[in-house]
């Protein structure tokens, strides 16, 4: 007799089905990619007309800031307005004391959020979930509801009519968004990192500083970036914090100088702003980079 010995069966195995185009995305690929190039520069040429149009109106006459409507070449280039702003209202002052606000600002913003964001993101304790919960719902405060106190604060402390005064007011707020960053880049870090120091002999502060802080490069950018437009471009604290003080006015306050009681310096106010602007704008394209690699590394996490 001899024996047949039957070859196992091979299972089929289904290739995954791919999920029908939708109408939308094919219209999308037949489009040419000049098409698309046409929308996206019309949508920018939107977006930076009024950043155009205000540096067009610094180098323009009071007259032609609006006699020339849509045009954004002026006749004959007034550079004295921007003279008039740096000089006469006093904008080189105004400069200063917004760098030292918003430098001083932005490392005490840095220190204090990645210290809370790495202990809420590391540390597991009791009220832990109570804090966060607190820290959430102080984004729905609108942040005009807490000036009276703060304003109080800073009198009772002799410090109203300083820089110092506005940095500890402007540093001291809840920064929820940069905490909750911080603690959800610092989420995904593996806990190898800090068994290895602690063996080394390191302690809670020289893990944070010399281990997991260098890490989180990205979302300090992020922040910073952040801190940093808020702080150079508030207008309500450093108003109330310098009403007697006009020396120590920062560059948004500072724009007051240009409207009077009959009539506003458009084309002065205009080329202060655009002073005002462009450290902003050079800093944004620095960092650009790491703020987006922040932002996607924290909401990933």
Not at 103 to 109: H, K, R, Y
Request: some cysteine; overall charge positive.
């Amino acid at each position: 007799m001899t024996a047949t010995v039957t070859a196992p069966r091979r299972e089929r195995t289904e290739l995954p089905t791919q999920r029908p185009r939708s109408r939308s995305g094919k219209l999308l690929r037949r489009l040419p990619y000049w098409f698309a190039a046409l929308v996206l520069i019309g949508l920018v040429a939107i977006w930076i007309y009024p950043f155009l149009w205000m540096v067009s109106a610094a180098l323009k006459s009071p007259l032609e800031v609006f006699s020339s409507g849509m045009n954004l070449i002026p006749e004959t280039p007034i550079w004295e307005n921007f003279k008039r702003a740096w000089v006469d209202a006093r904008f080189s002052q105004y400069l200063l004391n917004t760098v030292i606000v918003t430098a001083a600002t932005v490392l005490l913003v840095l220190i204090r959020c990645s210290m809370t964001g790495y202990v809420l993101a590391r540390y597991s304790f009791y009220g832990r979930k109570i804090i966060l919960g607190i820290l959430v719902a102080t984004l729905f405060v609108p942040a005009g509801y807490t000036i009276i106190p703060v304003i109080d604060l800073a009198t009772r402390l002799g410090m109203l009519n300083s820089l110092w005064g506005m940095i500890i007011a402007m540093s001291g707020g809840a920064h929820v968004a940069s905490i909750l960053l911080y603690m959800g880049y610092f989420r995904q870090l593996p806990k190898e990192l800090e068994e290895a120091a602690i063996i080394d002999g390191a302690g809670f502060f020289r893990t944070f500083f010399q281990v997991m802080l260098p890490l989180a490069m990205p979302v300090t950018a992020t922040v910073t970036l952040m801190t940093f437009l808020s702080t150079w471009n508030a207008f309500f604290l450093p108003l109330v914090f310098t009403f007697s003080r006009p020396d120590l006015r920062t560059l948004s306050v500072g724009m007051l100088a240009f409207i009077g009681e009959n009539s506003t310096d458009w084309s002065g106010m205009a080329a202060a702003a655009t002073i005002s602007l462009l450290p902003v704008v050079l800093l944004f394209i620095l960092l650009q980079r790491y703020f987006v690699e922040g932002i996607a590394g924290a909401v990933k996490s």
